[in-house]
């Protein structure tokens, strides 16, 4: 059983940055493939960024490649996402998601567990 609780979301202008994180309990953190995904209203939840339990490897969706940075820190039990360059495209829910395998995916289906989500408003 694991447990995700998000924060960091908010409200930011066209150009800013965010930082989002999502803090881990209840299984060994360092055993945990772990993703970001979003969700605008009327959309499909689409995968954004996932990094391996090592954090040796990483994964972006092509719209955010160059502007969005994912990280973990194993010894906080915490994941994070840096969102530089921000658009109003970027607007959605997003969610922490955790997996036990130790392959990245980027499709939602394979991911277990999910924080509550946390809104990004990004205005023009």
């Known amino acids: 059983q694991v447990q995700l609780v998000e924060s960091g979301g908010g409200l930011v202008q066209a150009g800013g940055s965010l930082r989002l994180s999502c803090a881990a309990s209840?299984?060994?953190?360092?055993?945990?493939?772990m993703g970001w995904f979003r969700q605008a209203p009327g959309k499909e939840r689409e995968f954004v960024a996932a990094i391996g339990w090592s954090g040796r490897n990483t994964d972006y969706v092509d719209s955010v490649k160059g502007r969005f940075t994912i990280s973990r820190d194993n010894a906080k039990n915490t994941v994070y996402l840096q969102m530089n360059s921000l658009t109003p495209v970027d607007t959605a829910i997003y969610y922490c998601?955790?997996?036990?395998?130790?392959?990245?995916?980027?499709?939602?289906?394979?991911?277990?567990?999910w924080g509550q989500g946390t809104q990004v408003t990004v205005s023009s």
């Open positions: 209840g299984r060994t953190f360092n055993n945990l493939v």
């Open positions: 998601a955790a997996d036990l395998r130790y392959s990245l995916s980027r499709t939602a289906g394979q991911y277990d567990y």
